[in-house]
């Protein structure tokens, strides 16, 4: 009997491995603004609501929204003109912009379907062509689909996770495969986010260069003991300025 158990276990297991690949197989989409070839489940209607559902909870974890309603039209009109001057007016995403009333946390980032955040602590730092940038980056996360296929990618990995420990005790080693994917890909999303939003910038009248002092900005703020970057998901901030200057030469003429 234990012998027959332990068959059906392994049964089981591969048979959850393999629905999870099929599955993954069948959710493979073009990403019509980027070109790139993306695993996908969910659509950009979905997307816009889980965006739409979880910025209040997130604005409030840094402290709620920034009480300056000049400075958050400012935010807004940066964000507003990089839209309509680019291929993110064509996408069927709600673009809105927030400035977050954390004054000692440098960060930005973007919820999938496009609500977007910058906090004070950057704000203060930048002038108007480097908070371009920064919000010509976090428009490329949402346009690049992201945060959609982060969510596919981890529930791949989980069904995976749970076949093999079905079929044998080896979820932590299907596991860290799984994390060192999902760091890869998240080095990737930043860098494509970093050639989107100097397209942006250009599209919209931005100096480009001024992205590559934004890094200079991140890194000075990261200090020494920044973790190297194959331990983090962000490249290394000199990597980027590499790419983003790639990234100028190949679109400033066009």
């Keep these: 009997m234990r012998g027959g158990n332990w068959k059906i ?16 197989c069948s959710n493979k989409e073009t990403n019509p603004y980027t070109g790139r070839t993306q695993t996908i489940d969910m659509s950009a209607e979905q997307e816009i609501a889980i965006g739409l559902q979880s910025a209040p909870e997130i604005a409030q974890e840094y402290g709620g929204l920034y009480p300056d309603e000049a400075l958050q039209a400012q935010v807004d009109k940066i964000g507003n003109r990089l839209v309509q001057s680019s291929i993110a007016s064509e996408t ?44 010509g980056h976090e428009i490329g996360h949402v346009i690049g689909r992201h945060s959609a296929e982060r969510i596919a990618e981890s529930s791949f990995w989980k069904t995976i996770s749970m076949g093999a420990s079905v079929g044998a005790d080896a979820g932590g080693i299907v596991g860290s495969i799984g994390q060192n994917t999902l760091l890869k890909n998240g080095r990737g999303d930043e860098l494509e986010s970093d050639e989107l939003g100097v397209q942006f910038m250009l599209q919209s009248g931005y100096d480009p260069n001024e992205m590559i002092r934004v890094m200079e900005i991140l890194k000075a703020a990261a200090g020494p003991n920044r973790a190297p970057e194959f331990q983090s998901t962000h490249p290394d901030p000199e990597n980027r300025i590499e790419k983003i200057r790639e990234a100028i030469e190949k679109y400033k003429n066009q």
């Design 9 to 24: 276990r392994i049964l089981i297991g591969l048979a959850i491995v393999a629905f999870a690949y099929v599955q993954r």
């Design 92 to 135: 069927p995403y709600k673009y809105e912009f927030h400035l977050l009333a954390d004054d000692q946390t440098i960060n930005a980032f973007a919820l999938p379907g496009g609500p977007v955040f910058i906090t004070y602590a950057l704000f203060k730092q930048l002038n108007e062509a480097q908070l371009a940038g920064v919000l």
